[in-house]
């Protein structure tokens, strides 16, 4: 088969058809990145996202060196509320959250939520809590002029990151212990709380999407995690009844505003763990393709996946972030992509990626097996 370019070959999979190979992403945090730019000859970098962020943003150069197919863009900070950073170092960010920077070995940090707002909140705090404003001008400054250059000036499938999330959102403010108990005591309250966040991330998705609808090839709507290792962290009942009506209509709105832009595009849901028992849920949401199909996880079997959902769902992940690639051999690496391609590839609907941001404890050698092995497909 003729070599496509990495966007044929993208849009080639989404629309379940076999490209030329499997289409391969690779999200990194800063500190795999900089090691990654180390074995590459390159000098270290820094997160443009700023000190609450550990994600790196991949330059062209090394996603060409690696084969990598898409390319991302990124809505921006608020104007009028901006991070604050305290003097003991912690960070509140627009919603008022309080985050600490936690260093590790060799330039590896991760951010830790350590301050909930509404951690004890009733429904009336929520008329009185002070939201962000989904139409500060901060959040679009410049985002037309970088998604144009990205679909106009690169090949690149460009992924857009344009919004937040409403079930994780609801965590990150309640704090997980007051959300579940509210779930079994009080769901009226987080009903209440997930309608504000629809409400107000549609709209962001409304600012953003009108400047950079039209380059966009996939929305990656903000991480809804319902899985542990083991299974679901909610009943599927309570999700039923408490999650899903809300996360339809923000499914809905993203991929309808921004098909109005670029009628193909398509919606990515992230949600980790053992989300097998809302796969047909997801769909029914309206979501495209699925995020991170965690292999580690409880029934999430990757086979039996793609032979069920695979007609009306396309696969985004599949490489384990738990063991093999920061502690497997580069064959051993190569070995578990040969496998993902053979079983989520066939017939299209795939695109091969780390089941996660990669971490720092994956070594550099590693991405470059992943990104060689996927080069060579499942032969």
């Known amino acids: 088969m003729e070599t496509m370019s990495p966007r044929q070959r993208v849009l080639t999979a989404l629309a379940h058809q076999e490209p030329d190979r499997v289409p391969f992403d690779l999200p990194l945090t800063i500190a795999s990145y900089n090691k990654l730019r180390r074995h590459l000859g390159l000098p270290a970098t820094e997160s443009p996202f700023g000190p609450a962020s550990d994600i790196a943003w991949v330059e062209p150069k090394v996603l060409s060196a690696l084969g990598v197919d898409f390319i991302r863009v990124h809505a921006r900070g608020p104007k009028n509320r901006p991070l604050k950073i305290n003097a003991d170092g912690t960070m509140v960010d627009e919603w008022g959250i309080t985050r600490q920077r936690v260093d590790l070995d060799e330039g590896i940090y991760y951010v830790e939520m350590v301050g909930h707002p509404l951690k004890d909140a009733t429904r009336e705090d929520l008329e009185r809590y002070p939201w962000p404003d989904p139409y500060d001008e901060g959040r679009i400054e410049g985002l037309a002029a970088e998604a144009k250059f990205c679909r106009e ?26 959300l579940y108990l509210n779930v079994a005591l009080n769901p009226g309250f987080i009903e209440a709380l997930l309608d504000k966040l629809c409400e107000l991330q549609m709209a962001m998705y409304t600012v953003t999407l009108r400047k950079a ?42 991929r309808d505003t921004l098909r109005q832009y670029n009628p193909n595009g398509k919606v990515l849901l992230h949600s980790c763990g053992d989300i097998y028992p809302f796969i047909e849920d997801f769909i029914e949401c309206g979501v495209d393709i699925l995020d991170p199909l965690q292999p580690r996880a409880a029934e999430m079997d990757h086979q039996r996946i793609k032979a069920q959902y695979g007609g009306r769902l396309c696969f985004h ?11 497997g051999t580069p064959a051993e690496v190569a070995a578990e992509v040969r496998q993902a391609v053979a079983t989520l590839g066939q017939g299209g609907g795939y695109i091969l990626a780390p089941a996660h941001n990669v971490q720092g404890d994956v070594p550099p050698e590693n991405l470059m097996a992943m990104a060689e092995a996927v080069r060579k497909g499942s032969d």
Do not use: N
């Open 153 to 178: 000036q690169t090949d690149y499938a460009v992924v857009g990151h344009l919004a937040g999330s409403i079930w994780e959102m609801a965590a990150y403010l309640c704090g997980f212990e007051s």
């Open 213 to 254: 609808g039209p380059y966009i090839d996939i929305l990656r709507l903000a991480g809804e995690d319902l899985g542990t290792q083991m299974g679901p962290m909610i009943s599927p009942e309570k999700f039923r009844q408490i999650v899903k009506p809300r996360l339809k209509t923000l499914v809905t709105f993203a």
């Open 317 to 327: 992940g599949g490489i384990d972030i738990q063991h093999t690639l920061p502690f």
